[in-house]
Nanobody, 115 residues
């Protein structure tokens, strides 16, 4: 049973920073792709950023230059460094990883950007 566990959300003022972490367990292998999605109230879930095992990244235009995704030394960990946060970044952030045709999701961590 693959499990993804996120941590690091919270309340931050506009312009501030947060770092999200996600650890995957139960797969027995290194996940080829790990990513972060977010869902704001009343909106659909959207891709924030994703990273392959080899380090290739892809991110949404809305976060380029502000958010950085990286893999940990334990390869089934992924981080999202979020800088210059804006109120529109407020959402529940989900860690995601596809494996053998199934997309696994964490339970999510809430990020609130507000003064």
């Amino acid at each position: 049973q693959v499990q993804l566990v996120e941590s690091g959300g919270g309340l931050v003022q506009p312009g501030g920073s947060l770092r999200l972490s996600c650890a995957a367990s139960g797969s027995g292998i290194i996940m080829n792709v790990m990513g972060w999605y977010r869902q704001a109230p009343g909106k659909e879930r959207e891709l924030v950023a994703e990273i392959t095992r080899g380090g290739t990244t892809n991110s949404a235009d809305s976060v380029k230059g502000r958010f950085t995704i990286s893999r940990g030394n334990a390869k089934n960990t992924v981080y999202l460094q979020m800088n210059a946060l804006k109120p529109e970044d407020t959402a529940v952030y989900y860690c995601s990883a596809p494996l053998w045709g199934i997309t696994y999701w964490g339970k999510g961590t809430l990020v609130t950007v507000s003064s």
